[in-house]
T-cell receptor, first 116, second 118 residues
Framework: DTGVSQNPRHKITKRGQNVTFRCDPI?????LYWYRQTLGQGPEFLTY????????KSRLLSDRFSAERPKGSFSTLEIQRTEQGDSAMYLC??????????????FGAGTRLSVL | AQKVTQAQTEISVVEKEDVTLDCVYE???????LFWYKQPPSGELVFLIR??????QNEISGRYSWNFQKSTSSFNFTITASQVVDSAVYFC???????????????FGKGTKLSVKP
């Protein structure tokens, strides 16, 4: 399978716990994006990496959220002290280089987080 | 501000009917890209089409066709002879034009849920 892979697919946690999600992009893609999708809404941008550099963070990304892409390959998204409002689908996408606006982003199946 | 509006929340059709999904966008940028994605129940967003702001030619791919009209800021999607497998949520998206589009973040509409009944 050469698509974008996300793990775990589902995560149930108790409020206040920390959670970490992983995204493995398409191997030759240097750009990686995280989005959050709540029920009945479209995905909303969280953050973006070009190689290992985190170039942009949305205001949606509170200080409880942190993302890394240490070697420019896979990425992790950590949420500390989870809140019920963090319950959502977290989507990862990757794309190849060049001017970003035209690049096609390929998405993973997402990690569905439920905070009890 | 950049915005994508998909006014149709849900559409239900019977198999073999044609259906059009509407998308209206707002942007102040002159160079931008528009996309359609399909999200089946499995959750993965599947890329369908990309269109740049300078290409207003309509496009057809099998049973799918897209009508881009810059004058009305619309990028509508038509499925001809719909099938049950077309049932999904369809999203229209606009590339974030900040920095000349260098980041490429996508701004999505809220999606249209299409149900095709046999």
């Amino acid at each position: 399978d050469t698509g974008v892979s996300q793990n775990p697919r589902h995560k149930i946690t108790k409020r206040g716990q920390n959670v970490t999600f992983r995204c493995d992009p398409i191997s030759e893609h240097n750009r990686l994006y995280w989005y959050r999708q709540t029920l009945g809404q479209g995905p909303e941008f969280l953050t973006y990496f070009q190689n290992e550099a985190q170039l942009e963070k949305s205001r949606l990304l509170s200080d409880r959220f942190s993302a890394e892409r240490p070697k420019g390959s896979f990425s992790t998204l950590e949420i500390q002290r989870t809140e019920q409002g963090d319950s959502a689908m977290y989507l990862c996408a990757s794309s190849s280089g060049g001017q970003g606006g035209k690049n096609i982003q390929y998405f993973g199946a997402g990690t569905r987080l439920s905070v009890l | 501000a950049q915005k994508v509006t998909q006014a149709q929340t849900e559409i239900s059709v019977v198999e073999k009917e044609d259906v059009t999904l509407d998308c209206v966008y707002e942007t102040r940028d002159t160079t931008y890209y528009l996309f359609w994605y399909k999200q089946p129940p499995s959750g993965e967003l599947v890329f369908l089409i990309r269109r740049n702001s300078f290409d207003e030619q309509n496009e057809i791919s099998g049973r799918y066709s897209w009508n881009f009209q810059k004058s009305t800021s619309s990028f509508n999607f038509t499925i001809t002879a719909s099938q049950v497998v077309d049932s999904a949520v369809y999203f229209c998206a606009l590339s974030d034009p900040r920095g000349g589009g260098s980041q490429g973040n996508l701004i999505f509409g809220k999606g249209t849920k299409l149900s095709v009944k046999p």
